[in-house]
């Protein structure tokens, strides 16, 4: 089925796991009673947004474990993991190890189909949400050993869905099912599918300041998706400086990952925070002026 986008590094495959949870997010949604929701449930949904979006998926998987870009106690750590995971994303090892694949693979020129942007909006809908790359070897990616042995990242690649779930059970306790439906499985639909989204538009269109050189992807910035996602939407800077925990370049780029990061450090949370000054990638070559590309109608 997926014969086209194998390569000798590896090859493509539906993933069960990744349809089932995707819809068993989804299909609930229609149970929801809007006649009955409150500022209480926007309210609870914003802050499980925020320190699991926020903390535990920009600052604590992206920046801060996948891309070490400050230095923080093994506590922190462990809570931005554990934050990460309800999100309802799914296990942080699998996202970690799909982040290094798709970053080898994008800072070439020998990219394969299943990495690039070359399709259609629906094409990527498909892939991403409903596919899974099975590398032939791991070590050629460099992931940290620390990391892919670390004992919290890998009790949670095991047991996820059961904190995901007895945190759903606790919340039908504290505030009923409607109240709960909306506080898990609409707003982790609306992470999965915005997480999806950002990702796609940000490497098809948008401004750019550098093109990385001898790579596939260089990435694009988008000023609303990037105040949406927490900065993960200024895919360009990010792209160019890939170890910086600053996503945000300019004073209209929001980057509320960055205010979050900044806040932490003063707290003492985090530290040696890097930025981009004295960290832009050396494949990253300055446009002349900025690049736009926007999308054909």
Known sequence: ???????????VKLSWKKCLWLYLMLIPIFLIDLSIFSWSDIILGFVLTLVSV???HSIG?????IHKSYKTSKLFRNLSIYLFVLTGLGSPLSWLKQHYFRDYWQNRTDCPRYFQYNHSLITDYWWNLHLTFVPKNLDRYNIPKEDL??????????????HYFTFMLLLVYLLGINSTLIATCLRTSI???GHWYIGYASHKYGYSRY????????????????????GEGF???????????????????????WILVWLLSKL?????????????????????????????F
Not at 61 to 65: A, F, S
């Open 1 to 11: 089925m997926n014969s086209k986008l194998n390569t000798s590094a590896g090859f």
């Open 54 to 56: 926020g903390i535990g």
């Open 61 to 65: 998987l992206h920046r801060g474990i």
């Open 149 to 162: 042995n670390d004992p919290t990242i890998l009790w949670l690649h095991k047991t996820w869905y059961l």
């Open 191 to 193: 992470i999965i599918l």
């Open 211 to 230: 093109k990385i050189e001898n790579a596939d992807e260089s990435g694009f910035n988008d000023v609303l998706l990037g105040l949406i996602s927490f």
């Open 235 to 257: 895919h360009n800077n990010h792209h160019s400086h890939p170890t910086s925990a600053k996503f945000s370049m300019k004073w209209y780029e929001i980057d509320f990952g």
């Open 268 to 296: 003492g949370v985090i530290k040696e925070v890097n930025t981009q000054r004295g960290n832009l990638k050396s494949t990253a070559i300055p446009h002349k002026k900025i690049n736009w590309k926007l999308p054909k």
